[in-house]
């Protein structure tokens, strides 16, 4: 297999080591703010999974089960997200890319080009979940007292967990394109939603789960999820892995060395069964889509979003026609939407649920506890989302952007645009679902009125940095967002939005917390507090937003085209 790839690979590496190499073209203050940034992230991730397993731990009598039950899920959980990324990512690597386009004009046979792909698939799609494993499994390593070897073995774990996860989500990316019609697409992602939205009317006619006056049994996580269950099944990778580690914890190397071996050999065959399909599907699939995209000359869509620039009518022609353009372009890429509807669609159906798990019935400790989860929630899927799709927007417009430096629009314009329509689509989403979930909840006004606060600021502020940072950063030479996210000003943008969130989340929490849990504050205290801290989230958000805005608009001004 190496033999046959072995130039593309060589290609990939040499991109990889000029990347590398270019980091010493940019400033030391960057590379430090970048570097101290990654690290205060990890950190952060590493401190709260030390206390959470510290503060089960101590549990007398179900600390153990409730661990177990939390690495069940861990597991569970990324197995989940890693198919679902290595299905979008592999549509953009081994499809819609033009880089394959290419490599099918080149020696190189159909499955070579495919074996070449899925491997940058795997990669991009992957990286990101290995910086979130490590802090966690370090945490329960440290807590359990493992030593040092116990990390080399998880990595032997980890990799075939890898592989099957990629298997997994590339052979569905494959059935998909070949069997499901590209004008089919739209039709299962907007029967989806509308799925959604009839579950969400159906939920409060649903019977209310009656909630024990003990709240100590609150902790007792697997009475009130159900979905612990499905993490527990003995047919899920993620439970082999699960059980390899608890195996080696408990120092059963026959049981350590039986699970890894299970996840060994069922990565081999399901990486040479998406190989196989591969074979099969891969070729006749991408000259369908790529006929698709080709040959669709009638767009419902299109006509119908020209229709509804009334909306937008008010506006210069230059501007209408180009948030025009953006819509629809956003449009024709139905990983994009799709994703959009997959992540808030799950956390509008959540919180519909909170109606029928009695959560609105808990002490106001509790529900204030669970608004601010389901707050910091929503903003942390706005900003990865952002990062996603709102900063590769300049880079996407790849050699046909000096038609737009061209145009009779200044580029200050052209970024207030984009800025200005994913601001007002990222509202338009957020704002309903914080709504809700505190409604679900009944929360007091104070705390309904301090999260749509928080909310309009997080939504400018977060497209704010992802389209400055994605200006300031451009890469016109790559048509996969995925691996223009993965470059150095994705990761800087990834990194600040999270810190950005997290920083908002803490100062709104705070003082709510010192005020109504611990209660060591006075209400005019509180109040005092929670103005300050108002005031500082303005500040940073402004900041946040305005600095890599006014950064993108003075570089695009000496940018030549």
């Not at 990316?173 to 029967?191: D, Q």
């Not at 200005?420 to 914080?434: D, Q």
Request: charged fraction near 10%; proline fraction near 4%; hydrophobic fraction near 55%.
């Amino acid at each position: 297999m190496y033999n046959s790839i072995a130039p593309a690979i060589r290609v990939k590496i040499a991109i990889l080591n000029n990347k590398l190499r270019s980091i010493k073209k940019h400033s030391t203050f960057k590379i430090i703010f970048v570097s101290l940034s990654a690290f205060t992230f990890l950190a952060g991730i590493f401190m709260c999974s030390y206390k959470l397993f510290s503060m089960l731990g101590s549990i007398q009598g179900v600390g153990i089960v409730l661990v177990t039950r939390i690495l069940f899920l861990f597991f569970f959980s990324l197995l989940c997200m890693l198919i679902f990324s290595n299905i979008i990512v592999s549509y953009s690597t081994i499809y819609s890319s033009e880089e394959v386009e290419f490599l099918f004009t080149t020696p190189l046979s159909h499955g070579e080009v495919f074996k070449s792909r899925f491997i940058e698939s795997l990669i991009l799609s992957s990286w990101t979940f290995i910086f979130l494993l490590i802090p966690f499994m370090s945490a329960y390593g440290i807590v359990k007292g493992l030593p040092a070897y116990f990390y080399i073995t998880l990595i032997f774990f980890f990799v075939p967990f890898l592989f099957i996860s990629a298997a997994i989500g590339v052979s569905a990316t494959i059935l998909l394109i070949r069997f499901i019609p590209g004008k089919y697409f739209r039709a299962i992602f907007i029967s989806l939603f509308i799925l959604m939205v009839a579950y969400f009317i159906l939920s409060f006619r649903l019977p209310r789960v009656i909630r024990p006056q003990n709240l100590e049994d609150i902790f007792m996580l697997g009475k009130f999820a159900p979905y612990f269950k499905f993490s527990q099944s003995p047919l899920l990778p993620s439970w082999w892995v699960t059980q390899g580690i608890l195996s080696f914890n408990s120092g059963s190397i026959k049981d350590t060395v039986f699970f890894w071996l299970l996840l060994f050999t069922t990565a081999i065959v399901a990486v040479r069964f998406s190989t196989l399909l591969a074979r099969c599907y891969y070729f006749s699939g991408w000259a369908l889509l790529y006929k698709s995209s080709q040959s669709e000359k009638f767009d419902f869509v299109s006509i119908f979003v020209n229709k509804m620039q009334i909306l937008w009518g008010f506006l210069r022609p230059g501007i209408r026609s180009l948030v025009t353009k953006d819509i629809k372009v956003f449009w024709r890429d139905p990983i994009q939407w799709s994703q959009f509807i997959v992540f808030f669609g799950l956390l509008a159906v959540y919180f519909a649920s909170i109606h029928n798990l009695s959560y609105d019935i808990l002490p106001p400790m509790w529900r204030n506890l669970v608004a601010f989860l389901n707050l910091g929630s929503t903003a942390l899927t706005l900003a990865s989302l952002c990062v996603r799709f709102v900063f590769p927007l300049f880079s996407l417009e790849g050699k046909r952007f000096w038609i737009l430096g061209l145009a009779p629009i200044k580029l200050s314009t052209i970024i207030l645009e984009k800025f200005s329509l994913w601001a007002i689509i990222s509202l338009l989403i957020t704002m309903p679902l914080i709504i809700l979930s505190n409604t679900m909840l009944n929360v007091s006004g104070l705390i309904m009125v301090v999260s749509c606060i928080a909310v309009f600021l997080m939504c400018f502020s977060l497209v704010g940095l992802s389209v400055g940072l994605g200006a300031i950063f451009p890469n016109f030479k790559d048509d996969n967002p995925a691996a223009i996210v993965s470059g150095f000003g994705g990761t800087l943008a990834f990194v600040l939005s999270l810190l950005y969130v997290c920083l908002v989340i803490s100062l709104i929490a705070v003082p709510f917390h010192l005020h109504f849990v611990l209660k060591i504050i006075s209400r005019a205290v509180f109040i005092k507090q929670l103005l300050l801290s108002g005031f500082i989230i303005v500040i940073i958000s402004l900041l946040s937003s305005g600095i890599p805005m006014a950064l993108a608009i003075k570089r695009l001004k000496r940018m030549e085209f």
